[in-house]
């Protein structure tokens, strides 16, 4: 078969992983020597597709022979999809093309279990060995990793990537039984925490060898199972506490062809994708507790963002004077961001911030009035109760889910 | 008033400035050519000789604010660095900050600058030259792009780290630069002939990106207004997935959204694999 039609086939088994960061690596730089590849810590989107989502790396299968049948996966054994296999070399020579051509920023590689688990670990690294190793290869390396590979291997590809990811797929034990048979939670944590173990090896240790700087990931499937997002959400705040998780990627389950009668003939759920990657954000960047977001059951709501969710739900926190509260409260102000929290307190160092000021900042007034108190302003709405205020903040549903079978 | 001219360059600008403020001269009082169009109210008087009695002290974070705005093309250039640059220099610091009306602007620039550049690095799509091209015109890659604003000079340093000894040229509708493997050669002229190599060469091999791009696409999640958000239009022409766009788009439009495969993959005959012997 033809390189372009193994890379036709092997793309598109691999379009299902949500994950395309580049960001989080050291800096590394070609800057006159033999080989290729700089990373400087930030990610570039080299291009978008029509589906809205960034290229940022080559993302491709090694090969989509798959001796597993989970359910939800295209590339599953009883699938009908036409197969194919890259060799190592072939993989080396299609990302130094792309890189070369300012196409790609790295290297995405993952790959269906062929032979074993061990066998399958080893052809990943032996990719990323010929690219670091043979050609010097200095640009951003992302390697799926097996979870029952030997420890020895997964340390071994830590050492050559940027980061690695161990699916989690189905946040919980009974839908892996169900629909992933052949995979168990509890090899997928152990991976985790192989990987996290070799990064705290290193970790205070400049002069030690690098391991997945750019730390690891994981991703769960939304809507291909009944999980509810609170146990999502807390099953993503477990793992960053418990296994230092970078990201954790959502991925709204896309109708697969040839689709087995176990998972949704259903559009993907593309604005719940959307809630759950904003609620994990406040978790990650804004200090917000899983249990502050959801009860113990439930989903988030989709007609308003999940800060302004637990604004309203708190309302005896508000109106916050802007000229006065802590940042990290101002930080749970909807419609003010983490950027103009500190462009406030840069003003508010200098002179009293009036109503106007967050115009010229370009808060989301619509969202924010409500809930601030400026030198010069205080809201009248201050006493509407939170289900009024909710009924005017809500954001119209676009007809798009309904819209994707017309 | 006071008509000057800096050809757009910073360091101009600078010592026209050092002079104005050195003079106290108010910034409603002076007006910066731009481009061929001269202020038409503006009577030419000279710049004052000499530095001028008030020696002015800015932080040096705004020199850097202000050279990064000056890359900014667009209405007021240069007089707006110089109001930014009197009010802090008369003790007004909230012009540099972005909750201020004009330091909002000063940063809006900074930030679309600094938004340009990054799509020069995300952007700029090279094309290899053959062997006997590349030894002939001593090159390896050439690339055309044409940025918004003035940032190919200081934002093309990222393409050397990248590519290592490769030698290297963007030309744009304005100025060039060329990397031999160790110097750049910046031009604010791109010459004619660079311009030829970037739009005229000869890529057979962008087929293989193109079919990359096509099959990672996912037809079931399409979301055309995001595309659009994050890469404009303005660059699709130079890209070559450009041309796919709406072709994905109108495909997926046509039903081709029901699951995530490319119809491509969808046509070819599958494979079963059979279940493990245990």
Known sequence: MQLIAKLGILADAAKYDASCASSGAPKRSSRGSEGLGATDGMGICHSYTPDGRCVSLLKVLLTNFCLYDCQYCVNRRSSNVPRARFTPEEVVRLTLDFYRRNCISGLFLSSGIIRSADYTMEQLIRVARLLREEHNFRGYIHLKTIPDADPLLIEEAGRLADRLSVNIELPTDASLKRLAPEKQAHTIRQAMGVIHRGQQAVAGEPRAPRFTPAGQSTQVIVGADATDDSTLLRNAESLYQGYGLKRVYYSAFSPIPDSPGSVPLAAPPLLREHRLYQADFLLRGYGYKAGELLGEVGNLALDIDPKLAWALANREVFPLDVNRADAALLARIPGIGLRSVQRLVALRRERRVRYDDLIQLRCVLDKARPFIITSDYRPAEGELRSGLLRARLREPQAPMQMGLWG | ?278
């Open chain 2, 1 to 278: 008033m006071i008509a000057l001219d800096c050809n757009d360059l910073f360091a101009t600008w600078r010592d026209q400035a050092r002079t104005l403020l050195g003079h106290g001269i108010d910034p409603a009082e002076v007006s910066w050519a731009q481009g061929p169009i001269d202020d038409l109210l503006a009577v030419p008087t000279a710049l004052p000789d000499g530095p001028g009695p008030f020696r002015a002290k800015v932080p040096a974070a705004l020199l850097s604010l202000l050279e990064q705005a000056a890359r900014y093309r667009g209405e007021q250039r240069w007089n707006l660095l110089y109001e930014v640059l009197w009010r802090v220099a008369h003790g007004d610091r909230t012009a540099m900050l972005a909750g201020d009306r004009l330091g909002s602007e000063l940063h809006r620039r900074v930030k679309q600058v600094s938004r340009e550049a990054h799509h020069l690095h995300a952007f700029v799509r090279f094309v290899p030259l053959p062997g006997a091209l590349a030894e002939r015109l001593q090159l390896d890659l050439v690339a055309y792009h044409d940025p918004a604003h003035d940032i190919l000079h200081s934002a093309s340093a990222h393409f050397a780290d990248r590519l290592g000894r490769q030698r290297w040229l963007i030309a744009t509708p304005q100025d060039g630069i060329r990397f031999d493997g160790q110097a750049f050669d910046y031009r604010r002229d791109c010459p004619e002939d660079w311009r030829q190599w970037a739009r005229n060469a000869d890529d057979p091999g962008a087929e293989l990106w193109r079919t990359y791009y096509r099959h990672t696409f996912n037809p079931a999640r399409l979301n055309p207004d995001a595309l659009r958000m994050h890469m404009p239009g303005r660059f699709w022409r130079h890209l070559p997935e450009g041309m796919l766009i709406p072709q994905l788009e109108g495909l997926a439009r046509q039903g081709k959204q029901r699951d995530g495969q490319a119809v491509e993959v969808a046509v070819q005959r599958g494979k079963q694999i059979t279940r493990p012997t245990p």
